[in-house]
């Protein structure tokens, strides 16, 4: 397989492990402190019910971080792009709610613009992984036998 300079040194693969710390990150937020995961969007005071919902979102946030590192890491390709998919489809979902938030809200917050900014970036790069697959950096399954 003949690689370009960019696919020999930038591997698309290792921006969704960067996205999957993020989302850690996050997760312990929404988990272990969810009145401050909240506290970024808004200053508002937060009902018990808001607080559990951010948890049960933090638990749902480490499923699906699981199974994008998980296909990542086992180099599925097929497995890849269909994870990929599901979370391009989310990201427009994402990008929606949030803009709806900050509307509702009336306040435009670090968290809120952060939240777009990078659900753009990394829906660029699904597309880049989605379009061009040899540059998420994963072995083919001849080359494995190469």
Do not use: H
């Amino acid at each position: 397989m003949n690689t370009t300079i960019f696919q020999k040194y930038f591997q698309i693969k290792f921006v969704f492990y960067f996205e999957a710390l993020i989302n850690c990150a996050s997760l312990i937020m929404c988990i272990f402190f969810p009145i401050y995961f909240l506290g970024q969007f808004s200053a508002d005071a937060v009902a018990t019910v808001g607080v559990e919902i951010v948890r049960w979102y933090g638990i749902l946030l480490f499923v699906i971080t699981f199974i994008l590192v998980g296909v990542l890491i086992k180099g599925n390709l097929e497995a890849v792009k269909i994870v990929l998919l599901g979370y391009l489809i989310g990201d427009f979902a994402q990008i929606g709610a949030t803009l709806y938030l900050a509307l509702t809200l009336n306040s435009w917050s670090f968290a809120v613009i952060f939240a777009i900014a990078i659900t753009v970036v990394l829906i660029i790069f699904r597309i880049i992984a989605l379009a061009k697959p040899d540059y998420l950096g994963l072995k083919s399954k001849n080359e494995d036998e190469e």
